[in-house]
């Protein structure tokens, strides 16, 4: 167990809806990150949040946003969905902001599929 | 354009045979290279991290070996085990450091033990 929990762990929905992926990072840990993950594609970075602010991002679509709370949990949230949008969805998080020498640890994922 | 490329695409060997998987890279200068395990429906979990001066680093019966004048590293799993069945993930951080949005993941290689 890494630690990180994601919820829901499956997410059906159709064409056009908005749907929001909760992710609650390690204790202690300050950066959140979103990553997609289609079928036969590698991992695909979407965006970093560090202690509630915007760090990086990535291919993260416009119909697409995130953010970071005060508690540090993250929310993707993805709307205006389309059928490529079917996805695992991967949240993970480290201690520091740095990339160089952070561990990133990953939740279970969610997976969405958009019928 | 920062690239890292894996091959096989695929492997199949046999419980209790020896493989290697190999990534190429094109990041310059980097970090340090990572090697993930992730099984089928988890998120990643990482194996092995080398900076760009370390040539080998070992966990289990993993050891992952760098060459940064050749920009290769491989990944070499002894005495396959049926839990080893998994995609194996290389990840490339930039020497920048900075946002995730540096890491430069590979498609990954999906390992199949066979009994």
């Known amino acids: 167990d890494s630690g990180v929990t994601q919820t829901p762990k499956h997410l059906i929905t159709a064409t056009g809806q908005r749907v929001t992926l909760r992710c609650s990072p390690r204790?202690?840990?300050?950066?959140v990150y979103w990553y997609q993950q289609s079928l036969d594609q590698g991992l695909q970075f979407l965006i970093q949040y560090y202690n509630g602010e915007e760090r990086a991002k990535g291919n993260i679509l416009e119909r697409f946003s995130a953010q970071q709370f005060p508690d540090l949990h993250s929310e993707l949230n993805l709307s205006s969905l389309e059928l490529g949008d079917s996805a695992l969805y991967f949240c993970?998080?480290?201690?520091?902001?740095?990339?160089?020498?952070?561990?990133?640890?990953f939740g279970a994922g969610t997976r969405l599929s958009v019928l | 354009k920062n690239q890292v490329e894996q091959s096989p695409q695929s492997l199949i060997i046999l419980e209790g045979k020896n493989c290697t998987l190999q990534c190429n890279y094109t990041v310059s200068p980097f970090s340090n290279l990572r090697w993930y395990k992730q099984d089928t429906g988890r998120g990643p979990v990482s194996l092995t991290i080398?900076?760009?001066?370390?040539n080998t680093k070992s966990n289990g019966r993993y050891t992952a070996t760098l060459d940064a004048d050749t920009k290769q590293s491989s990944l070499h799993i002894t005495a396959s085990q049926l839990s080893d069945s998994a995609s194996y993930i290389c990840?490339?951080?930039?020497?920048?450091?900075?946002?995730?949005?540096?890491?430069?993941f590979g498609k990954g290689t999906h390992l199949i033990i066979q009994p």
């Open positions: 990840v490339v951080t930039p020497f920048s450091g900075g946002g995730a949005d540096g890491l430069t």
């Open positions: 993970a998080s480290s201690p520091r902001d740095g990339i160089a020498k952070n561990i990133q640890y």
């Open positions: 080398m900076t760009f001066s370390e």
């Open positions: 204790s202690g840990d300050l950066s």
